[in-house]
Every structure is written in structure tokens, then in C-alpha cells.
């Protein structure tokens, strides 16, 4: 678990640094930083860069105007103009957010949009509250909950105050495991299913997708174990057949249809799950997403990405080669191959797809895929992660299928293989893999050797000195 401190404790360590140490105010504070890295802590969430004085000042000036505005319900220009500001400000960097936190501008803000209830006034509160909770969601308490989960009820509530609060919940959520479960635990998800019916907006689909997202995420470091499993199994459980209709209604909406794509991408944690998506038709869907935009590389990538996860299911990969997706990932790749991560995608897609399964290898095989590979690898020769994508690729198309390997040698696979264990020694592993079930002469490095006691496994050991 790393470790973590708050910022008074880093704040305190550069003042004794000056007063003890007598370092410049500069030097003390690359010491500190020196310091607590050296044991281990994330000061991924401090400031560590201070403020000047005059840029201080301001902030909390503009703090403290809210606050009295707000209290006295001044006028709502008035309160926008210092909205705005506060934005601006908090906009700036992570050294403003913590100071804007430290002066209580997070309380402020909610009661704020509590007076003022006019469209504009709101807007402007929630746009700072994104503003300022960005990469410090640490803000956000037990009121902060309630307050998204009663304004997403709220019917009467504005379609924009609604996908600006789902913003909001996002932000929350991001980096911050115990946030997520709050917000989850009280009961989000019976909202969010409502956004997704198809009678919705599709600005409000999109962020409610994005919450869903968020939820099952697993980023926060602080935390050893997260419930972003969980998350996911309850979230797929209960929408999956939704967003695969809605990925049938607005065939359409690029950005839409990439949202899905990737909320679906983020549900397949179970093998069940992924047969739930074939049962509703969502291979056909998938690929008709990929004819569609085929000139999209980021929906193209993201597709790739959902291919992989969806091949967790044996019934459900052998279901998407028979259905023809061997040829479409081929002219996916060939479409997008001066796209490496795009091409490191398609790779990863052929390798899972073949992954112990010599009748899909077969297909890929009389498809041309074996080309298509050999000549990515030759494209991108100085792309690690596709060298070593494509070496799993090579790996699971041979290895059940011997008469493949005289093909990829013709190609000259064997050159390009060699040249990667001299450039990239930290995937030299996968490399050799594909070489020796490429029949070819390799040394593989012996990873332990048993020292010193008698194994007690019952074998009778073998002398290599004599014929068995």
C-alpha cells in the first residue's frame, strides 16, 4: 500500500527545512520532495509548488466575497463574476485547488447553489466544483453525496444542471476509491438506469455512461483492495441489455457509439457477461459499429480493445470468427497501420481470438493474417508494445498449428524477432516464446534451479548422462 501524508504534514517539512536547515525556501522544498519519495509517499494529491503571495491573496479574497455574497444573497451577477474567477483560478493548478479547499471554498460552493437557485448562478457553481475537485476528490463528504443523489431525482431538474452534476460525480470519483463506494452505496445506480433508456438525451446518456465508468474504476493507490469487480458485476448485471440497445437506436452518434464501446469494454469481467452481449445480438452490433466508422481511429481502437475482453468467453470467440470478423479486423489494421496503438490493439485482438484455439487460428490464417502481422512488425520496428503484441499474436497462431510456422519465416518474421531481443531486453521472453514455437534456434534463460535439498515430488530422477 503506498503511503500518504497530508499537506499541512509536507507544508510543516519544508518550514523546518528553512528554520532548522537553514535552506533557501526553493531548497527546502526540493527537499522535502527528496524525502518523502525516498519513503515510499504519493504526493501525487500535494501541492508542492507554492503559491506566490500576491496569487494567494487573491484566491482567498475572491473566497471570502462568495461567502459574504452568499450569506447576505447579493446580487446573482455579482456571485457569477466571482464564480467565474474562482474557476479561473482553481483552473490553474493543483497549488490553487489546496488552498481554495483549505479556505472551506468546497462548503461555500454547495451553499451557494442552495441560495441562488436561477440557471445561471448553478451552472457556474457546478463548473467550479469540477474546477476545483479535478484531482482532489478528498473534498467531497457525506452532504456532497446526498447532494448528487437528491439533484439526479430531482425530475424537474435542467437536462444541463444534470450532466454537469454527472460531471461533477465523475470527478469524484475519479482517484478516490472510498468516494466511489459512498456514491455507490447510495443507490446512484437506480438513477443511472433511468439516463439510459433510450428516450433519453444523448448528452446526458454520454455522462451518465461516464459515471458508470468511473465507478469501476481500480486507480486509487491509497487503497489495497477497491470493489471495482463488485462495481462492474452489479453495474453489467443491471444495464448491459440497455446500452446494448442503445448501440442498436443511434447507430449514428459517433461519439456516442465510442462511449459505449468503452463502458461495454470496462462491464466484460465475467466470461457470463460476455455471453449476455452475444445473446442480445452485440457481435453483429460491434461489427456493424466498425464498418460504420472504419475511418474512426479511435472507436476502430476502442472496438479492438472490446474484441479482447469479449474473447474472455470460448463460445463467444469462436462465435466472432465464424461471424466473420477475422477479414474485418484484418482491413481494420491494414486501414489504420500508421496508427501504432490503433495496430498494437488489432494485434492484441488476433492473439486473444486465437489464444488456444487452432480452428479460429486456421481462419486468420487463410485470411492473410499472417502478412498483416509480419507487416506491422516491420512498420513499427521501434514500437515495444506492438513488437511485443505481435510477437503474442505470432505465438498463438503457431502453436497448435505447426504448418502456419513455414509462412511467418518466409515473411521474414525470424529477422524482425532477432532484432527486438536486441532492442528491447524487457520483453525478451515473449520474443523467444514466439521463436521457439517458430521452431527457430533460440536459448531460453532458465529462470530457477532447484539448490541444494531432494526434490519430494515422488519422480524418480532422471540421470542425463544415460539412455532412457
Not at 483549505?102 to 462548503?107: G, I, V
Request: glycine letters at 6%; a negative charge; charged letters at 30%.
Amino acid at each position: 500500500m503506498v503511503l500518504e501524508i497530508t499537506q499541512e504534514t509536507f507544508d510543516n517539512a519544508v518550514k523546518e527545512n528553512v528554520e532548522i536547515l537553514g535552506l533557501r525556501e526553493d531548497e527546502a522544498l526540493d527537499e522535502a520532495v527528496k524525502q518523502f519519495k525516498a519513503q515510499g509517499v504519493d504526493l501525487s494529491k500535494i501541492s508542492v509548488q507554492p503559491m506566490s503571495k500576491q496569487e494567494f491573496e487573491s484566491l482567498t479574497t475572491a473566497i471570502g466575497q462568495l461567502a459574504r455574497l452568499q450569506e447576505l444573497k447579493g446580487s446573482p451577477e455579482r456571485v457569477n463574476t466571482t464564480l467565474e474567477q474562482l474557476k479561473s483560478e482553481c483552473d490553474k493548478g493543483l497549488p490553487q485547488k489546496v488552498a481554495a479547499g483549505k479556505a472551506d471554498l468546497y462548503y461555500i460552493l454547495l451553499n451557494t447553489y442552495e441560495t441562488f437557485k436561477d440557471k445561471v448562478s448553478r451552472t457556474n457553481v457546478l463548473k467550479a466544483l469540477i474546477a476545483l475537485m479535478t484531482k482532489q476528490p478528498d473534498l467531497l463528504d457525506d452532504r456532497g453525496v446526498q447532494f448528487i443523489i437528491d439533484n439526479l431525482k430531482d425530475q424537474n431538474q435542467d437536462l444541463s444542471l444534470q450532466c454537469l452534476i454527472l460531471k461533477w460525480t465523475k470527478v469524484c470519483c475519479i482517484l478516490h476509491e472510498l468516494n466511489r463506494q459512498k456514491i455507490f452505496d447510495a443507490h446512484i445506480l437506480d438513477i443511472l438506469k433511468g439516463f439510459l433508456k433510450g428516450n433519453s438525451p444523448v448528452e446526458l446518456i454520454r455522462d451518465t455512461l461516464s459515471v458508470c465508468r468511473a465507478l469501476v474504476l481500480d486507480d486509487d493507490v491509497r487503497v489495497e483492495f477497491g470493489k471495482a469487480h463488485e462495481h462492474a458485476r452489479i453495474i453489467a448485471t443491471e444495464t448491459l441489455c440497455s446500452i446494448m440497445a442503445l448501440l442498436c437506436k443511434f447507430k449514428g452518434e459517433e461519439q456516442l457509439n465510442f462511449d459505449i464501446m468503452l463502458t461495454l469494454t470496462a462491464l466484460m469481467v465475467r466470461a457470463e457477461f460476455c455471453k449476455k452481449v452475444d445473446d442480445a445480438g452485440g457481435l453483429d452490433l460491434i461489427k456493424s459499429v466498425m464498418e460504420s466508422f472504419s475511418n474512426s481511429d479511435k472507436i476502430i481502437r476502442q472496438s479492438f480493445k472490446l474484441i479482447k475482453a469479449l474473447a474472455g468467453n470460448d463460445d463467444c470467440k469462436a462465435h466472432m470468427v465464424k461471424q466473420g470478423y477475422a477479414g474485418g479486423i484484418k482491413d481494420s489494421i491494414l486501414f489504420n497501420m500508421e496508427n501504432p496503438q490503433t495496430v498494437t490493439a488489432g494485434l492484441a485482438a488476433i492473439a486473444a481470438l486465437t489464444l488456444r484455439n487452432p480452428d479460429n487460428s486456421k481462419i486468420f490464417y487463410e485470411a492473410g493474417i499472417p502478412d498483416v502481422i509480419v507487416n506491422a512488425m516491420k512498420h513499427h520496428m521501434a514500437q515495444k508494445a506492438l513488437q511485443k503484441t505481435g510477437s503474442w499474436a505470432i505465438r498463438n497462431m503457431v502453436s497448435r498449428s505447426k504448418y502456419q510456422t513455414s509462412k511467418f519465416l518466409e515473411l521474414g518474421v525470424e529477422e524482425v524477432l532477432c532484432q527486438d531481443i536486441q532492442k528491447f531486453k524487457d520483453i525478451e521472453y515473449d520474443i523467444k516464446a514466439a521463436l521457439r514455437d517458430l521452431g527457430c534456434n533460440v536459448t531460453l534463460k532458465e529462470e530457477w534451479t532447484g539448490k541444494g535439498g531432494a526434490l519430494t515430488t515422488g519422480l524418480t530422477r532422471r540421470d542425463d548422462n544415460k539412455e532412457n
